[in-house]
């Protein structure tokens, strides 16, 4: 087996491991959304465990990303525009960086 066939195959699969961190990471931004929509609306079970474990999961990890583009985004009003920025960079930086693993 040649050199450049196992470096090619580990480049490919380390593409594909941090292809499947952004896509996991990309679902966790967009359930966190949902799971805050559901709950300012008031579909929340109060003193429900399972419903705060999950919140909470995805707040720790969602929200230091977000956090990031809140602070140059401004209010407007009761609109969050930091999810929809997040998501875009986001995705390009997945783009780049997948595409520049591969090669």
Known sequence: ??????????????ADYVDAVFTVYLILIFAYIVVSIVFSV?????????TNAI?????????????VFRRFLPNFGPFDLSPMVATIVLII???IVVGLIRG
């Open 42 to 50: 008031g579909l929340r079970v109060p003193y429900s465990r399972w």
């Open 55 to 67: 919140f909470d999961f995805l707040r720790q990890v969602v929200e230091p990303y977000l956090n």
């Open 1 to 14: 087996m040649s050199p450049t066939l196992v470096f090619g195959d580990t480049r490919g699969t380390i």
């Open 93 to 95: 930086v997945w783009r």
